[in-house]
């Protein structure tokens, strides 16, 4: 078993399950994340045991998407040259297959096995993007899902809300970076539904139980057709433009001032400056947030 850095995995089948693994940092995703990601799911697609995975966040989160606290120095000289942003690297690495986060977190989607996507507590930013990659979304009624993005450095990165939802919804949110609660995002279908957190590891692993019992061929080719047909809608086309503008919007004079409101004085300052007037996400009163004692333990 790979001794990963960022995740835990484990299969107890027909089911495996994978486990975002930095709860002190709300899951956030950071290298080597997203290669962990598709190595696990690796695992279970070569498993003839294992028939459905489970992906699911330890501590009081699925994920707080992106680590964007130091921008993204991390990813070091990938999109960097002489330590200044280099829009020909950025390009490069965020849409070759080998190297996009993005592609890496489309094994999800790849995948020939159902993935059940277990949400709680927050999943926003680019950890909305991959979640929905999910073939079936479970939240808790109080998870917060949305793409604060939309309003300051970003853009979005599978387009799975673009092909989750209408017309309508997908260009409020995309244009507010409203979020939605778990409850919010099933009545919408963004999700296929939401559960009380005290029911939601219960409500997870009976449907995952209940899929397990189809033969597993058959799960495969219903799982293909059906992503073919959103393929065929120009999902990968439209990938490779929200990578593209997503660096971009990263590097505008107001994303870069941004950033540097992060770096001088801290996170927490440049997402009130982002979040203050809308009056959500962090900023919004107590009980529009995920409740913190609603803890998934590994």
């Not at 990963?4 to 484990?10: A, D, K, M, P, V």
């Not at 917060?144 to 409020?172: D, E, F, H």
């Not at 959103?230 to 999902?235: K, S």
């Not at 997503?246 to 927490?268: C, Y």
Request: glycine letters at 10%; one cysteine or more.
């Amino acid at each position: 078993m790979p001794d990963f850095e960022t995740l835990l995995y484990t299969a107890d089948p027909p089911i495996a399950t994978i486990t975002l693994n930095r709860p002190d940092h709300l899951n956030t995703i950071v290298p080597p994340m997203p290669d962990e990601i598709e190595k696990a799911i690796g695992l279970a697609e070569r498993d003839p045991a294992v028939k459905v995975v489970v992906l699911r966040g330890a501590g009081r989160a699925f994920s707080g998407g992106y680590d964007f606290g130091g921008g993204f120095t991390h990813w070091g000289d990938a999109m960097n040259t002489g330590g200044r942003w280099d829009p020909g690297k950025d390009f490069a690495m965020v849409s070759a297959r080998e190297t996009g986060p993005t592609q890496k977190f489309m094994a999800i989607w790849r995948a020939s096995k159902p993935v059940i996507a277990q949400v709680h507590g927050w999943c926003v930013g680019g950890a909305s993007d991959y979640a929905l990659c999910a073939d079936i979304v479970i939240a808790s009624d109080d998870a917060v899902i949305g793409t604060p993005y939309a309003r300051m450095w970003g853009a979005y990165l599978t387009g799975m809300w673009l092909y989750r939802l209408s017309l309508a919804k997908v260009k409020w949110h995309s244009l507010t970076g409203e979020p939605l609660t778990g409850k919010e995002a099933a009545a919408v279908e963004l999700i296929n539904e939401s559960v009380p957190f005290e029911n939601l590891e219960a409500r997870v692993q009976e449907v995952a139980r209940k899929l397990a019992r189809i033969p597993l061929s058959q799960l495969q080719a219903q799982k293909l057709i059906v992503n073919q047909a959103y393929e065929n809608m120009g999902l990968a086309s439209t990938q490779t433009l929200g990578g593209i503008l997503d660096g971009l919007m990263r590097n505008t004079p107001d994303a870069l001032s941004f950033i540097e409101t992060a770096a001088g004085q801290g996170v927490r300052s440049a997402i009130e400056q982002r979040d203050g007037p809308w009056g959500d996400y962090s900023q919004a009163p107590p009980e529009k947030r995920p409740d913190p004692s609603h803890v998934i333990e590994p």
